[in-house]
């Protein structure tokens, strides 16, 4: 029935829209009576939502369902055959249960069950605002339970806390692979133990978190008024340190201004060392983005990058999803990355920004067009198929910017006077041959792109 279902949706929709969306989907069947998809990430969940439901909905009524039902689910990480961001792996559908009761205690060899495999040290870009951090986590890679124990790291959402703790997950794993490394939210740990309190599990519970070697607790802000997790987590603290095995937290904020927290626990996180991340420079965001564009095997111009590192400040959750909103639209609309497509990608999301367009912007579109590279478009080859792009190129620049004969000229390594001809010889074929025509003015359109391609 998927296939049928996919049949009917190719039909409907681009070729290239089919490829970039339809195609990855994974049919994970029917649940509660509705068709279940997995998608990449909570962006193209939303995207499906949007621009498929109904389409797919549809396409369901066509082969005869008579109530149809679509919905998407974000598929955990390593089933993501896409290598651009997406999320960390969702929690259990049903919170905590029974992990604690019925799960085999992992074998040495899933001691990386609880990571996402893309966070990692390889994959974390050091800058300015988080070197101090990065030090810390390797030292503790290095020599868990010696160096600071615990580490606390405490920043803003989105900064690459969690992204470092996993990090140090992997590092240790990679190494000991007999070690016991625990991922665990600071919302999962409290869920679970009130599931083994429910279920009279609690000894299994303590033995499970005071059996590891390495124990990552997320977001430690929220044990705050949570005097039951607080006590328990005490113990589980004590038990740990006492047999000096490395304990990481993270947090929004420093332990001193978590409010409603226990003195002896705050002060014990205050034992190791605390060390935060800010907002990453610009610099930093870009290396961001070019590392993110370089894992997706995807080509973008660095003043492309810099644009969307401009338009995305702080969190860098939020500046991954702008450039896969950038990548999507290019895709859609057949267009190569420029600034103008970048911008126009983001217009609806952030302050719509004009951006002039550039006569390297102009070359790349030509280039494109033709399946050339721009350097070869500016080059001096004298094949015809390099010239009419050439002379093309140098028109369209004269029509959409403000540059001079000389200017363009010089852009090209030509003087004024060819490009003055090459301007009028393509102006006189534009008159002739209606295919010139249509070439010229859907590349003129393509760099004056309305957003109206809704993202
Ligand atoms: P936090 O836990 O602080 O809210 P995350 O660790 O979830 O933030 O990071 C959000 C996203 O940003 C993740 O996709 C992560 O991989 C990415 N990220 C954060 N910091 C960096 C960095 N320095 N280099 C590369 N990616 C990063
Ligand atoms: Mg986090």
Redo the contacts with the bound molecule.
Sequence with gaps: IWTDVLAYVRKNISEVEYKTWLEPVKNLGVQQGSLVLGVRNSFAQEWFRKHYQELLEDALRSLGAQNPQVSFQVLPAAQDALLL?SD?PPPPSVPGAGRAASAPVPTPDDNRKSLNP??TFE???VGPN?NLAHAAALAVAESPGKAYNPLFIY?D???????LMHAVGHYIAERFPDKRIEYVSTETFTNELINAIREDKTTQFRNRYRSVDLLLVDDIQFLAGKERTQEEFFHTFNALYESHKQIIL?SDRPPKDIQTLEGRLRSRFEWGLITDIQSPEFETRVA?LK?NAEQGGINIPQDVLELIARQVTSN??EL?GALMRVVAFSSLNNVPFSRMVAAKALSNVFAPQEVKVEMIDVLRQVAAHYGLTPDVVRGSGRAREVVLPRQIAQYLIRDLTDHSLPEIGQFFGRDHSTVMHAINKVGEQIGKDPELRDTVANLRRAMQLEPDTEI
Excluded: A
């Excluded at 959402?157 to 992204?163: P, R």
């Design positions: 961001p960390p893309k966070y994959n974390f870009v988080n920043g959402v989105g900064l690459g806390k969690t992204h993270s961001i590392m860098i959750r991954e």
